[in-house]
């Protein structure tokens, strides 16, 4: 799997809009790029997942470049309850979905 | 759907002692595993299984051992446990998007 690396932390304000980068220089042409959400004492959950361009659902947005060496997430007017850990993971969807491999993330703090 | 249910959600061990964490999905999810996650740190998987009979290891598979005999449940036993097992264990499921249980918090003395 693809080694990713996020920075560790990042602090932004309520209301604002947060873009997380991640950076996979040695992504295969088969793999996907997700993120999942970790709240304190609870287990990781899936936000969003994309192969290329432009992913959106109805909590954020995925931007991939076409190189797709790097990806964005993006949180649009985060609040307090986003404060969170983001983890950037890079993988097949269907060989690699379940044995996925997490690095420490980036720490989100939102600030009122 | 309960998803995915781990028990307990609690334990204190003393080194040497076992004990099996209890896991379970009720989605019909082919895919299961293992993490634990040591303090300010990211997870990291212990075992997995693609179904039924069928385990295989992950990235810090020893001290730990599992099986899995029906679709359903996935328990990791710890054979002996040691101080430095202490950590919070999740389990998950599914077939693509993973689904987290809430965790076995386990502390050995």
């Known amino acids: 799997l693809a080694k990713t690396t996020q920075p560790i932390s990042m602090d932004s304000y309520e209301g604002q809009e947060v873009n997380i980068t991640c950076s996979h220089n040695?992504?295969?042409?088969?793999?996907?790029i997700t993120w999942y959400q970790q709240f304190p004492s609870q287990g990781p959950r899936f936000i969003i997942q994309?192969?290329?361009t432009k992913v959106t659902n109805e909590v954020a947005s995925l931007f991939i470049p076409a190189d797709r060496k790097s990806s964005t997430l993006s949180l649009p007017r985060v609040s307090l309850s986003d404060t969170a850990v983001y983890y950037c993971?890079?993988?097949?969807?269907?060989?690699?979905?379940?044995?996925?491999?997490f690095g420490s993330g980036t720490r989100l703090l939102v600030r009122p | 759907n309960a998803g995915v249910t781990q028990t307990p959600k609690f334990q204190v061990l003393k080194t040497g002692q076992s004990m099996t964490l209890q896991c379970a999905q009720d989605?019909?999810?082919?895919?299961m595993s293992w993490y634990r996650q040591d303090p300010g740190m990211g997870l990291r998987l212990i075992h997995y299984?693609?179904?039924?009979?069928?385990?295989d290891q992950g990235e810090v598979p020893n001290g730990y051992n599992v099986s899995r005999s029906t679709t359903e449940d996935f328990p990791l036993r710890l054979l002996s446990a040691a101080p430095s097992q202490t950590s919070v264990y999740f389990c998950?499921?599914?077939?693509?998007?993973?689904?987290f249980g809430p965790g076995t918090r386990l502390t050995v003395l």
């Open positions: 998950a499921s599914g077939d693509g998007e993973q689904f």
């Open positions: 040695n992504i295969a042409t088969n793999d996907y």
């Open positions: 994309g192969y290329k």
């Open positions: 993971l890079v993988g097949e969807v269907l060989d690699s979905s379940y044995k996925l491999i």
């Open positions: 989605m019909n999810h082919e895919y």
């Open positions: 299984s693609v179904g039924a009979g069928i385990t």
